[in-house]
């Protein structure tokens, strides 16, 4: 059920609390991911750098509103992560999704002298989430 919930999170931000019955949340959730996703035209930057126009997606991408992204796609994941189980402990199971937005916030930062950005970027915040999901799966 947990990593259900945090699977949810990762295809798309907000769906993790509702599938947590967190439906306001999840709703406020969605609404944010798709405002970021829109203002910073993330999604535009996706569909270019997996074309091979990379320079076009580093240039079409507005970096003001894209910074906050990899933040706060990570706290998404780990929300619905950590609520989808009673009594889990936060301090501890926090920290790889901590490392997580570290990583994701110094790959957008310095995109340009990546060869693959977004690819990049979104795995250096997708695996060290799935690893902390692994470790901590008992907590």
Do not use: C
């Not at 969605?30 to 750098?49: C, P, S, T």
């Not at 320079?55 to 992204?69: H, P």
Request: aromatic residues 16%.
């Amino acid at each position: 059920m947990r990593n259900i919930a945090a699977l949810f999170s990762l295809l798309m931000p907000g769906f993790g609390q509702i599938y947590n019955k967190q439906l306001f949340k999840g709703i406020i959730f969605v609404i944010f991911e798709h405002f970021d996703n829109m203002v910073g035209k993330i999604n535009r930057a996706i569909q270019l750098d997996f074309n091979g126009m990379h320079q076009q997606a580093l240039d079409v991408t507005v970096y003001d509103a894209m910074l906050f992204y990899p933040g706060f796609y990570v706290y998404a994941v780990w929300d619905a992560w950590f609520y989808a189980k009673k009594g889990a402990d936060k301090t501890v199971t926090a920290i790889p999704f901590v490392i997580a937005g570290f990583m994701g916030e110094m790959g957008a930062i310095f995109a340009k002298q990546l060869p693959v950005p977004t690819l990049t970027v979104g795995l250096t915040m997708i695996i060290p989430m799935i690893i902390g999901m692994i470790i901590y799966r008992k907590q």
